[in-house]
Every structure is written in C-alpha cells, then in structure tokens.
C-alpha cells in the first residue's frame, strides 16, 4: 500500500504507515499542537483566585461561572464526539494522529478546569450542573447532541 492508497474517509484497511504524509497539513497541525500543549500545574493561579474573590463584582462572577461551565461541559462533549463518530471514519494515519492530538488536548483543557474548579472552590456541582438547569445553555448541548447523535447513527447503519 502507497501514498496513493490513502484517502481522508472511506480509504483501504491496514494502511499504517505514517509518512509519505498525503495529508501534511494534518501532519503541521499535530506538531503545532504538541508545541502548543501546557500543564494547569504549570501556570501559578493565585493571581486568578484574588481576582475571583475580591476584584469582580457579582454580575461579573456570575456571567465567569455561566461561561466556565459551558466550557467545561463543552469539552467533555467536543472529546467523547472526537473520539466516537469522528475518529472512525477516518483513515488516513496522519489526520487520525491529528485528531488523537485534537483527543488529548481536550483531555488537558478538562483537567484544567477541574484544576480551576478546585483553586476556585467552586465546587463541582456549582459547575457541572449548570447545562442541565440554564436555560440557554441546555439549549446549545441539546442542539450540539441531536447532529452528534444523528451522525452517530448515519455512521452506525
């Protein structure tokens, strides 16, 4: 199997070898992304947390708290869709890499804010819970999980 047998979606079984890359922007972007990537336990939050505490008022904290727990949830979801109806589909080694990478990184974007959560004290259910019971923020991931839903099932059949 050669550079030519590699297709984007749909392509042969067993094709395994990453380079010649037929796709090198996916290549570029898994390399920009691991230059890219950082720890929560690298970056010091105390400035973060007076911040949070003392300087925002609380229309400013709620509307920070709103905003975190769309992320948060959103995360999650961007992963576990990622990984469950996007990744499969794929056959091409390198844009797999790629989204592995795109995986992973969801993966620290949830560690940090669970980082965040805890050097906050904001308490997981403060959080968590917000996209079951805000209104407009349940409307974003019901509308998010009817085309993931969909796509899982195009893909299923």
């Known amino acids: 199997m050669t550079y030519h047998d590699k297709r984007l979606i749909g392509g042969q079984e067993g094709i395994n070898n990453l380079m010649p890359a037929k796709y090198p922007w996916a290549w570029d972007m898994v390399q920009k992304s691991i230059a890219n990537t950082w720890f929560h336990h690298e970056t010091p939050m105390g400035r973060e947390k007076y911040s949070y505490e003392f300087e925002l008022s609380d229309t400013e904290r709620q509307l920070f708290l709103d905003?975190?727990?769309?992320?948060t949830t959103s995360d999650i979801a961007i992963l576990r869709n990622l990984a469950a109806c996007v990744l499969k589909q794929i056959t091409a080694p390198e844009v797999e890499l790629y989204l592995a990478t795109q995986i992973a990184e969801e993966r620290v974007h949830t560690i940090t804010y669970q980082h965040i959560?805890?050097?906050?004290a904001l308490g997981e259910d403060t959080i968590y819970s917000r996209y079951l019971t805000i209104p407009e923020i349940?409307?974003?991931f019901e509308f998010a999980g009817k085309y993931s839903d969909m796509i899982a099932h195009f893909h299923s059949t």
């Open 117 to 120: 959560i805890e050097v906050l």
């Open 67 to 71: 905003v975190f727990a769309t992320l």
């Open 138 to 140: 349940k409307a974003k």
